[in-house]
């Protein structure tokens, strides 16, 4: 099996052209240099997709093992990441998350596997990014297994460069007698034995970790088939480096193709809106399509009491108009800067009036575990200050700001492995108290 990216007269080869074109290679079992396809891998993939010859083209050994859902939904990325203008192409994050979508949609065709049995997911690379910066390189022999590192080195083809683009230079190498492999700045392919559908899981989902620690799973449904005509829609408010986005997934249920998606959303406490424009590409009968919306702050504000709740319309060119709602977590506004000194901490809490503090208790939630918790909240940026020990309770202080550098000083009493813990938090804005009571029940119920 060849696993290589780009065919070196095409296009110049990006992140997710390169990833996409080693699917191409396992799926549709042909060389990305192959001699026998004059125009190249990518521009016989993209035609052989356009006149509909997925039976045809893709590999016999996984035939009739992969719905067709959910090849549907691997050509969908597949035509995407091969398009030929570079800005066109999804980034790497949109291949990962549309890649969960199909082994998703495989998982519910599928409920359970054949012990031993082969699947398309048992001949895919692990994949593993390497950011370009210094911390974590692919030119960081430290950060290879020691086998890619022994195999590749001193490897690659003489004569073996397929191109050159933004991601540095691309050729090919040898890891054993009959496998290729690439070597660029910023990726690093490695092919393991095969061990089955769970592994192959496995690595995908550590693959998407890594990009979005975070990021929880699945996304809820806002949105069921049965109320909208069979589109069915999924999506949470997250935060990544700085930014809130609205990460959706459209699944199209239909027998028509879903196109032209537009979102609009109604005035609310945050003023939260849409950034940019939605962009999906269209949505083929029974496949699926992600997105990261970003989105913006204080631009329709709804007066009166804080409220989490946020309503959404979306609209597309087949079907009517759609409302639902769904619930902003308060931690989407804390910013990565909130972490206080103790001396802060302390001058902070005690220059606040005692009015200002709100108290609540949450009954449902048990604490096993000091350290876990406070690595939690710290990934939703409520940050450790200290903790003291009254009997036979923890007291945890932690801190974080809200948008506008709002100070959040949180205080937490729990008992370890008993139901049951008290929340308080002092801040100028009190009012907002509730929404954070609520969102801490959310997020620590996730834990359990």
Same mark, same amino acid.
């Given at each position: 099996m060849i696993a290589a990216t780009g065919n070196g007269k095409e296009y110049q080869p990006s992140t997710s052209s390169s990833v996409q074109l080693t699917q191409a290679c396992l799926h549709f079992q042909k060389r990305a240099v192959d001699k026998s396809i004059e125009e190249g891998l990518a521009t016989w993939a993209q035609d052989s997709i356009k006149a509909g010859k997925l039976k045809d083209i893709v590999d016999s050994d996984i035939r009739g093992?992969?719905?067709?859902?959910?090849?549907?939904?691997?050509?969908?990325?597949?035509?995407?990441?091969?398009?030929?203008?570079?800005?066109?192409r999804p980034t790497m994050a949109e291949v990962v998350f549309s890649l969960e979508s199909a082994l998703t949609l495989q998982e519910k065709i599928n409920s359970s596997l054949q012990a031993g049995g082969r699947t398309i997911f048992g001949k895919m690379l692990d994949i593993f990014l390497f950011a370009s910066n210094g911390e974590n390189s692919a030119h960081d022999d430290s950060k290879l297994s020691s086998d890619v590192k022994d195999n590749v080195t001193g490897n690659l083809y003489p004569r073996g460069a397929l191109g050159e683009g933004g991601s540095g230079k691309v050729s090919l190498g040898l890891v054993d007698n009959n496998t290729l492999i690439t070597s660029n700045s910023d990726v690093g392919i490695?092919?393991?034995?095969?061990?089955?559908?769970?592994?192959?899981?496995?690595?995908?989902?550590?693959?998407?970790?890594?990009?979005?620690?975070?990021?929880?799973?699945?996304?809820?449904?806002?949105? /069921?088939?049965?109320t909208g005509q069979g589109?069915?829609?999924? =999506?949470?408010?997250?935060?990544?480096?700085?930014?809130?986005?609205?990460?959706?997934?459209?699944?199209?249920?239909?027998?028509?193709?879903?196109?032209?998606?537009?979102?609009q959303f109604?005035?609310?406490?945050?003023?939260?809106?849409? =950034?940019?424009?939605?962009?999906?590409?269209?949505?083929?009968?029974?496949?699926?399509?992600?997105?990261?919306?970003?989105?913006?702050?204080?631009?329709?504000?709804?007066?009166?009491p804080p409220k989490s709740?946020?309503?959404?319309?979306?609209?597309?060119?087949?079907? /009517?108009?759609w409302y639902f709602s769904d619930r902003l977590s308060l931690f989407v506004l804390f910013m990565e800067d909130g972490r206080m000194e103790r001396s802060t901490f302390l001058e902070t809490w005690k220059s606040l009036p005692d009015s200002n503090e709100v108290s609540k208790e949450i009954p449902g939630i048990t604490i096993n575990n000091v350290d876990a918790t406070i690595e939690q909240l710290a990934s939703s940026n409520m940050f450790f200050i200290a903790k003291h020990k009254n009997r036979n309770q923890e007291l945890l202080y932690l801190s974080a700001k809200m948008t506008k550098g709002i100070p959040f000083l949180i205080e937490l009493t729990v008992v370890i492995g008993v139901q049951g813990l008290k929340c308080a938090i002092k801040s100028p804005t009190p009012e907002i108290g509730p929404l954070f009571s609520e969102a801490l029940e959310t997020l620590l119920s996730c834990m359990g």
């Open positions: 093992q992969i719905s067709t859902k959910c090849l549907k939904g691997f050509v969908q990325i597949a035509g995407r990441c091969l398009l030929s203008h570079p800005k066109q490695k092919k393991y034995k095969e061990e089955g559908f769970q592994r192959h899981a496995a690595n995908l989902t550590s693959l998407r970790e890594n990009l979005y620690p975070s990021r929880p799973r699945p996304l809820p449904v806002v949105l /069921p088939a049965a589109l069915e829609i999924s =999506g949470q408010l997250v935060r990544k480096d700085g930014q809130i986005f609205y990460s959706l997934i459209f699944e199209n249920n239909t027998n028509i193709p879903l196109d032209g998606f537009k979102i109604h005035k609310n406490t945050f003023g939260l809106a849409a =950034g940019v424009p939605l962009q999906v590409p269209q949505v083929q009968p029974g496949t699926s399509a992600r997105t990261l919306l970003p989105m913006v702050l204080f631009q329709n504000i709804a007066l009166g709740i946020l309503h959404v319309a979306v609209k597309n060119n087949q079907q /009517p108009v």
